[in-house]
């Protein structure tokens, strides 16, 4: 129990170091930049890809539609990105796999962090990925022992939503609840 109260601070500055540094996504103006993340978009819209269809959590939907029904958060800008991979059961392995092989619960998120960008391609900003590591410190703080090596089963799943994991995951992404679009 410790070192949950260790890792909040831990996760709360990488957060927001990830939410505040530059993503390189930009003209380094705060502007929105034209390469990188947009894919088949039009200049100035970033994060779409056009009619790319989207897998994993958003199988049945565009890059567009995604993004259209992303309008804040810290993805907003990364649809095509969380389109085009699987981002939620990437960090759920690489959470698991950085659970059980860095004893350290901070080294435990750069790992996931690192882990995720390799896997990723293209990668979300740091903002976004910040979301989903939060998400994984959350699930590990509150759920390792139904959710290591099942990240995707029920038991998981309930214990997430139990944790306010989940709700806070996509307050924080701005991306919409699954199903509910």
Known sequence: MNWILKLTPVVAALVLTMACGDDDDDGGDGTAGT??????????????GGDVECTGTYTGMTAD???????????????????????????????????LAVEDPNEQ??????C???????????????????????ARANCTDVCVGAAGSAECIDCRNENGCTTDFFVCSGLPVPGSN
């Not at 088949?40 to 779409?48: F, K, L, N, S």
């Not at 995720?116 to 959350?138: F, K, M, T």
């Open 116 to 138: 995720i960008e390799g896997d990723a391609d293209p990668d979300p900003s740091q903002g976004c990925l910040g979301c989903y590591i939060a998400a994984v410190a959350c």
């Open 109 to 114: 998120l750069a790992c996931t962090l690192e």
């Open 65 to 99: 539609e995604l993004a259209a029904e992303t309008p804040d958060g810290a993805c907003a800008g990364d649809t095509l990105a969380v389109c085009t991979n699987d981002i939620s059961s990437i960090a759920g392995e690489c959470g698991t796999d950085c659970f």
């Open 35 to 48: 390469s990188g993340m947009n894919g088949g978009g039009d200049a100035g819209d970033p994060g779409t």
